[in-house]
């Protein structure tokens, strides 16, 4: 007996009128709806004389924006928007793309951040917001195969290409992504300010009222919190956050003062807390943690400074903690955050979520820098940051269950690149999805919004 895994059929070829792409034409309905398209139009308007552009350059960067969430890595993966003239008509080609993002010159990253800000503050606007806006900062190693692009150097791990350093919401939106050379150093003081600097004017003026720097305090209207790794302990930028009316919690790194108050601490079980089982851990929480403010040396930050250590038993397999000990495996951050010392705990290891968000934006083409000069790469750098931005405006808006937590990978599969059979009928064109499409009627329900 013959094993076959598939139909007995042929392919032919001939089918014009079955398109795919059905996903993506929903995500640019979607840009239009919230001005998107309008607001990048408007930021790259052409000025002086000269002849007019054939593509609008608004349309063309949206265009950019689906290539991105569709799964391009260069400019060439607008082609295939361009062959479904269907649904994306006056597609640009590769080229234009190509010579538009290179003609935003020098701060042409800047000019979409604040393009995009303006559709963030819209959306912001309509939703509720309480508690606290928290941030996440970190940085990432693009690794890149050609010398001939500006920028590149070799990185502290061997590699050779781009350190950008990328500041999201504990939500996972992209707020800022700042593009530095390969070379450039993880425990920059002076990046990680620039990059908060940066993300605390993204959102709407109501939220960042207050935070920026030599603001009042009295003009703060919501509270701000950012969390950093052990690259940003430094009291330089606590003090920075503190001028800022920032809080902050920052990774502590391994030191003689921070050894010697958890060797004081051990003898003491009345201090240590159990700690707060987080939603996704399974196996039996037996962490503690407990705040060792009085016992540690903070004369160097600002005041109201506390160091919380969280300790777990050793397991079989575990990695050994930068505080050395047989039986325990310890971890520790500075916040000047109120509260019991299990919470703040609990929100801290939350940061590791911001591993995701870089995950997701080198998914969504940052993980190659496809041009030679450094400031079309930043703009492409922020391309990618607003194409993920608007796949996560968009799930938060249209898509439910499983779906509005999706990896790229998967919204590719099941929604961006879902086929149709393009009807026209009353003097209107229908896209027909496939009724068992797993993605189909996720698709048809948003439908109507659209």
Request: with cysteine.
């Amino acid at each position: 007996m013959k094993l076959s895994s598939v139909a007995n059929a042929r392919l032919a070829g001939g089918g014009d009128r079955v398109v795919w792409g059905a996903g993506l034409f929903a995500l640019g309905g979607f840009a239009d709806c919230v001005g998107l398209a309008e607001a990048l139009s408007e930021a790259v308007r052409r000025r002086g004389g000269g002849r007019a552009p054939v593509h609008d350059r608004g349309r063309v960067l949206t265009h950019a924006l689906l290539t991105l969430a569709g799964g391009g890595e260069a400019c060439s993966g607008i082609e295939h928007l361009r062959a479904q003239r269907e649904l994306f008509p006056g597609a640009a080609s590769d080229s234009t793309l190509h010579r538009t993002v290179r003609g935003l010159g020098a701060g042409g990253g800047g000019t979409l951040s604040a393009a995009a800000g303006a559709v963030r503050e819209r959306l912001w606007g309509d939703a509720e917001r309480g508690g606290p806006l928290v941030l996440d900062i970190d940085s990432t190693l693009v690794e890149v195969h050609s010398e001939n692009k500006q920028g590149a150097a070799p990185n502290y791990k061997g590699g050779y290409g781009f350190h950008p350093m990328i500041c999201s919401t504990a939500g996972g939106e992209p707020l800022w992504v700042k593009q530095r050379p390969g070379n450039a150093a993880a425990n920059s003081v002076s990046d990680h300010l620039e990059v908060l600097d940066a993300a605390v004017a993204a959102p709407p003026g109501a939220e960042a009222a207050g935070h920026r720097e030599h603001d009042s305090a009295d003009s703060a209207r919501r509270p701000l919190v950012v969390r950093v790794d052990a690259a940003g302990c430094s009291t330089r930028i606590a003090r920075g956050c503190r001028d800022r009316t920032i809080g902050y919690f920052v990774s502590a790194r391994a030191a003689a003062g921070v050894q010697a108050a958890i060797g004081a601490a051990v003898a003491d079980p009345d201090r240590w807390q159990s700690a707060q089982q987080g939603a996704k851990q399974r196996r039996r929480n037996r962490a503690q943690v407990a705040d060792l403010a009085d016992l540690a040396d903070l004369s160097g930050w600002p005041e109201g400074t506390r160091l919380v250590v969280r300790r777990e038993p050793l397991h079989p397999g575990a990695q050994r903690s930068l505080f050395g000990s047989d039986h325990y495996r310890y971890w520790g951050f500075y916040t000047d955050q109120s509260g019991e010392p299990a919470q703040l705990d609990r929100l801290m290891r939350s940061h590791a979520d911001v591993d995701n968000a870089v995950r997701r934006l080198k998914d969504s083409g940052l993980a190659r820098m496809p041009f030679t000069d450094w400031d079309a790469n930043a703009a492409w750098a922020a391309l990618c940051m607003i194409g993920l931005a608007l796949v996560h405006w968009f799930q938060t808006a249209r898509l439910t269950g499983a779906l509005r937590r999706a990896a790229p990978k998967r919204l590719r599969r099941q929604l961006w690149h879902l086929p149709a059979i393009v009807c026209c009928t009353g003097r209107r064109t229908l896209l027909r999805l496939p009724e068992r499409h797993p993605g189909a009627r996720a698709l048809l329900a948003i439908a109507h919004p659209l």
